[in-house]
């Protein structure tokens, strides 16, 4: 990610507002000012931190638990997901069934090698750069998330569609351009899908560079229990210490969420060694088909070390898609 500062600000009223990003979170710090003769009520939200998840470098991920970061849509989810197809031994064994379109004849390339969980893979046949993968289960799952791990990178796919069996094969998903992979490197992919079928394939179009086309290991997770989920900020120095604080939560729910009963926010002002709970966290508006939560609290015997805790309740499925943590000094 590349790091950028825009300097100089712009006026809006009788503030001016200058913002910086860094890495993969944005973060707005604004400074306001008076005119002369302006009156500003208070508290004035001085110095705040927005990260809209666009990597996790925003978020403290080691000290955050049950978290699940979705990179393609830049959100955290409380929606857990296993995978659902048991580790094989054969292509049959010990359920449900792997195929594929072509695999090397030798010995230890067969289409159960991409489910077997040991390191092994499968490899299409001599000259082919392109083919698929597939595995049906005994009975219908609903396939939410898939993951792709590469071995040799000119052999890794490309281009490729993600695909359920429903008397013809439906796309779920299509993905282009992925090069660069690294040996053993996993992604991971997250699909919109609400349908249960029995058979998923990966229809490979276009590979790395190479005669042939390989899979080290797939999976395919199911939507399971969604687990209750705590996500903690990584800290930002406040200019001078802080009386009042104010959280903002661009909120999606997956199940109907009551905001302060399913899901609270904290805030901290010594790093995250205390946390206040945000009381009155309500709904105040929308934006992009997504909620607005927000509330405020007093902060008193506060440092400068700026950090906002979610805690989600009661297993309901939820997305965070930004939080912005805003502070008073004045």
Known sequence: MNRWVLGGGFAIGVGVISAMACAD???????IGSTSGAVLSSPVYSEGITDAFTTESGVNTANSANQTYNAAGDYYTSLGVVNAIPVMT???????VASASSNDPSPGYGA??????????????????????????????????YTVQADV???????????????SWVTLDTQTGQTGWGAGETRTFSIPNTTAYSSYRINVTANNGNSRVQILEMQMMSSGTTPDFTLLSNAAAATTAPHDGQIEVLHESVDAVTPGTDIKAFLSCDGGGTFAEVTGLANSGTEGGYDILTGAIPIVNCGTSMVWKLTTHNAKAQRIHRVKYEWASN
Not at 113 to 127: C, P, V
Not at 154 to 167: E, L, V
């Open 153 to 167: 990178a000119s052999r890794a796919p490309k281009d490729w569609t993600f695909q359920a069996f429903s008397g």
């Open 90 to 96: 054969s292509d049959t064994a010990p359920s449900g």
């Open 25 to 31: 979170s944005f973060v707005m710090r604004k400074q």
């Open 112 to 145: 159960w090698r991409a489910f077997d969980n040991t390191g092994t893979s499968w490899i299409s046949n001599s000259g082919l750069n392109t083919g698929w993968v597939a595995y049906q289960f005994p009975t219908p799952q609903t396939i939410v998330q």
